[in-house]
Structure formats: C-alpha cells, structure tokens
C-alpha cells in the first residue's frame, strides 16, 4: 500500500472522479465515486490515476473536480453504494459534512476518507479528525477505511452491519486502539490496524491499548485480522501467540512490519496456528532458516514471507517499517 497515485479501485469497483454535473457512466452505483478539491494541480492531479482517466475521458479534459458533496448527493446520492473523500492534506476532512451527506445516501456501503496522493501530503501527514460520525450517519455501512492518522479518533461505537474496518498510516494512536477493541462490532469480519511506529503518532501499546482487540469479545464474527506495519513486530507476535481472537481467525496478517526470528519463534511457540488459512509476515528480518521453519511447521497454512529485509541495506542490526512517513 502507498499512495503515489489515487486508487484505482475501492470495494470491489472501479474508482471514478466525480464532476458536478457531468452524467457520463452508464450505472452510477457501479462505480466507486471520488470527490477531491479541483484547481490544485495546473493541468490536472498529476498522479497515473488521473491521467489515464483524462486520456480515457476526453470530456473532463478542461474540468476541475470538486468537493460539491450537496451537488453529489443530488445528483447521485439515492445510487450510489461506494464514496472515496480525497482530502487530508491540509486540514481535516470535514467530518460532519461528510457525515450529513451520507446520511442521505441509502445504498452507500463502503466508504473511504483520506485518498491524498504522496505529492500532495505523505500518508503520516495526512490529518483526520474524529470519525465516529460516519458509520453512526450511515446505519447499513459495510466497509469503512480511514488513511492518515494525525488528530484521528475513534472513540467506541456499536455499529450492526459495519463488515470491514481499516486504519492505514504511519502510527496509530493508542485511544484509537482502545476504542476500536472497546466498539460492539457483532457483523465484522476484517480489521486491519497499521500500527507504525512512534515517531509518527504509533502510541498504540500492545498491552493495554490492543487488549480489547485481541480478546475480541465484542468481535464474535472476526475471520481476518491485520496488525500490520508494527515496528514492535516482535511483541505484536508475541501477544497474538496467546491471544483468544485468534482461535477464531481464518487469516492473521503481520506484514509489512519489523518481524525477527524472535517473533517468529513466539508465534511457533503459542498457541496452534494450523487451523489458519493463511498468514502474512511479508516484509519481514527473519533468517533464511526460521522462515523455512515457519513453513515446515505450518504446512498447511498458506505461510507468506516475501519480501525478506536482513541485510538489503548491509545493516542486519537496523530494522524498519514498510510505511513509515
């Protein structure tokens, strides 16, 4: 994950900036629409997204997007079932605005706040606010992903049908920890926290901050869990070894983060993990040796461990995050 460009896609369906008052896709509700501010870029955003849909859509050539989320709600907001906010780089998304605007979209159920392409902000320095007021306007809200941490909060929610939560970034606030594990979540299937690293806002501790997660009462339905991008992967591992959500997990991703030969002996050494479907330390410091291991000992797991680190800067002493800044 990176965000050099827009996304191209988001749940299942292809992204599509939205120009106020432009009508040019034959089903609205098939696409994932993407409002962000126009006249920022000369020329338009220069990122591959945007240029391969100016070339693939002639018409909004000489056109500036816009955050026009009334013109929007207008126009599609009894249709649309997928929203992207690209905004975040200066300040905060309005949340509130955001928050009255889906409340008049019935069939939205997936929503992402914070698609600001590298050029524009790096993913730590995208802002966010407190973002609680989404999935309480939206009731039947399936998917909700939120990227940049600076000023996030998510104090606990209960919410019914929310399937799909996601918090990328640099590092992430221990009380957004606490309230995700604190939220009465009964329909959720995936979490997926990227946990950083403290010099960008990673607060969260393993201990106290993850304990609601990984006890996962409040999370009866959780099949895959992302505890991603930790720069104490080691004691990521070594918490997840006995930790009771993972009884229940059919997918348990660790990637991306600063994972040693001695996190990877913590997980051998918990609980089983044969009943896993897969499980992910892709970009990781382990041993040619422990990695092998890992796959001997969990042959029936789909084991990934791509992307090895020792000693790709000739310094097996340094270790570090997939996405830091």
């Given at each position: 994950?990176?965000?050099?460009?827009?996304?191209?896609?988001?749940?299942?369906?292809?992204?599509?900036?939205?120009?106020?008052?432009?009508?040019?896709?034959?089903?609205?509700?098939?696409?994932?629409?993407?409002?962000?501010?126009?006249?920022?870029?000369?020329?338009?955003?220069?990122?591959?997204?945007?240029?391969?849909?100016?070339?693939?859509?002639?018409?909004?050539?000489?056109?500036?997007?816009?955050?026009?989320?009334?013109?929007?709600?207008?126009?599609?907001?009894?249709?649309?079932?997928?929203?992207?906010?690209?905004?975040?780089?200066?300040?905060?998304?309005?949340?509130?605005?955001?928050?009255?605007?889906?409340?008049?979209?019935?069939?939205?159920?997936?929503?992402?706040?914070?698609?600001?392409?590298?050029?524009a902000a790096q993913i730590s320095w995208v802002h966010q606010a407190d973002v609680t007021?989404?999935?309480?306007?939206?009731?039947?809200?399936?998917?909700?992903?939120?990227?940049?941490?600076?000023?996030?909060?998510?104090?606990?929610?209960?919410?019914?049908?929310?399937?799909?939560?996601?918090?990328?970034?640099?590092?992430?606030?221990?009380?957004?920890?606490?309230?995700?594990?604190?939220?009465?979540?009964?329909?959720?299937?995936?979490?997926?926290?990227?946990?950083?690293?403290?010099?960008?806002?990673?607060?969260?501790?393993?201990?106290?901050?993850?304990?609601?997660?990984?006890?996962?009462?409040?999370?009866?339905?959780l099949r895959y869990l992302g505890l991603r991008n930790a720069e104490l992967a080691d004691?990521?591992?070594?918490?997840?070894?006995?930790?009771?959500?993972?009884?229940?997990?059919?997918?348990?991703?660790?990637?991306?983060?600063?994972?040693?030969?001695?996190?990877?002996?913590?997980?051998?050494?918990?609980?089983?993990?044969?009943?896993?479907?897969?499980?992910?330390?892709?970009?990781?410091?382990?041993?040619?040796?422990?990695?092998?291991?890992?796959?001997?000992?969990?042959?029936?797991?789909?084991?990934?461990?791509?992307?090895?680190?020792?000693?790709?800067?000739?310094?097996?002493?340094?270790?570090?995050?997939?996405?830091?800044?």
């Amino acid at each position: 994950m990176d965000n050099d460009d827009h996304l191209r896609s988001f749940a299942g369906l292809p992204a599509l900036e939205y120009f106020p008052g432009l009508a040019d896709t034959p089903d609205p509700a098939a696409v994932a629409w993407r409002l962000s501010y126009g006249g920022l870029w000369s020329g338009g955003c220069p990122c591959s997204t945007c240029a391969d849909d100016r070339r693939q859509r002639p018409e909004i050539a000489d056109l500036s997007g816009g955050m026009d989320l009334d013109e929007f709600v207008a126009q599609y907001g009894d249709v649309a079932t997928a929203l992207i906010i690209a905004d975040g780089d200066e300040d905060a998304p309005d949340i509130e605005r955001i928050a009255a605007a889906v409340a008049k979209m019935p069939r939205l159920r997936a929503l992402f706040v914070g698609d600001v392409i590298d050029r524009a902000a790096q993913i730590s320095w995208v802002h966010q606010a407190d973002v609680t007021p989404l999935p309480a306007a939206a009731p039947r809200l399936e998917h909700l992903q939120v990227r940049g941490s600076d000023g996030l909060e998510f104090p606990a929610v209960r919410h019914e049908h929310l399937r799909r939560l996601v918090f990328e970034g640099g590092g992430l606030p221990g009380p957004v920890a606490r309230g995700v594990g604190a939220s009465d979540l009964p329909a959720l299937e995936h979490l997926e926290l990227y946990l950083g690293t403290e010099w960008y806002g990673g607060s969260a501790t393993i201990v106290d901050d993850l304990a609601g997660v990984l006890a996962g009462d409040r999370l009866p339905k959780l099949r895959y869990l992302g505890l991603r991008n930790a720069e104490l992967a080691d004691e990521v591992a070594a918490a997840v070894s006995h930790a009771p959500v993972v009884a229940r997990l059919e997918e348990l991703d660790l990637s991306l983060g600063a994972l040693s030969d001695a996190g990877a002996e913590a997980l051998l050494a918990g609980q089983p993990l044969t009943h896993l479907r897969r499980l992910s330390v892709e970009h990781h410091f382990l041993t040619d040796d422990m990695a092998a291991q890992l796959d001997e000992q969990l042959a029936g797991v789909d084991v990934d461990t791509s992307d090895p680190q020792l000693g790709v800067d000739g310094d097996s002493d340094e270790r570090y995050i997939s996405i830091s800044e």
